[in-house]
């Protein structure tokens, strides 16, 4: 799979079939991630790898919280701004649309949403999940490195024939995760990832993207 490739069949997958994620495939994968980018080489990423009994302990206990109406954590970073502006508003409310009705749930339906959106603390059926940190201290440049970061293990992980979906989501209950993974205290959880061999039966649409002229500026002198 050539780097193209694995760019354009990269996608946020939400079903995974019941098949283990070899741990030489996940250690392969990571590995040759650590070679992405940074300002000052200063590696801001802390990974925690996850699978069988401790992977399990987590969904469990998010699960318990979830049927108890408990409320997140309080949050330690902001997720988007508290005022989305145009084109960024549209294209959130788009995604929505196309993910939601995707499962047939309508705007209104609010139980609905809810419930589909407790699958991300299934890791979607994931038997793997990646918790990636960094240091309170770092700033918004550090930030960025580790998005580079993160995006270097979804196109690796596409070359070994896996999938992954990103997800924000789980920092929504970073006290729980931590309960399990016990992470230093300096750390913040940024976002969990979940991995495995996609269930192609879940048959999932890709979300759109913009055109490049909306995104893209060519300077060139002609």
Same mark, same amino acid.
């Given at each position: 799979?050539?780097?193209?490739? =694995? ?24 590995? =040759? ?68 009705? =995707? ?14 959106? =407790? ?6 059926? !994931? ?31 596409? !070359? ?44 999932? !649409? ?17």
């Amino acid at each position: 799979m050539d780097v193209y490739e =694995a760019v354009a069949s990269r996608r946020a997958v939400r079903g995974f079939a019941d098949r283990p994620v070899p741990r030489e495939t996940l250690e392969r994968a990571l590995a =040759a991630a650590a070679w992405a980018p940074s300002g000052s080489n200063l590696q801001p990423w802390h990974a925690y790898v996850v699978t069988g009994g401790p992977l399990a302990g987590i969904k469990k206990r998010v699960g318990e919280r979830l049927a108890s109406g408990e409320p997140w954590d309080e949050a330690e970073y902001e997720m988007y701004p508290a005022a989305l502006k145009s084109p960024y508003r549209e294209r959130r409310s788009a995604f929505g649309e196309q993910r939601y009705g =995707a499962l047939g749930i309508g705007r209104e339906d609010w139980e609905a949403r809810q419930r589909a959106a =407790a699958a991300n603390w299934d890791c979607f059926g !994931a038997p793997a999940a990646l918790f990636c940190y960094l240091d309170r201290d770092m700033g918004r440049p550090q930030w960025s490195d580790v998005g580079m970061y993160l995006q270097t293990v979804m196109l690796l992980l596409r !070359a070994e024939g896996l999938h992954s979906c990103p997800q924000m989501s789980w920092a929504k209950f970073h006290g729980t995760v931590a309960e399990v993974l016990s992470p230093p205290g300096e750390l913040v959880l940024f976002c969990g990832m979940s991995i495995g061999f996609e269930d192609v039966a879940a048959g999932e !649409a890709r979300t759109g993207r913009a055109p490049l002229d909306e995104t893209v500026t060519f300077v060139d002198g002609l």
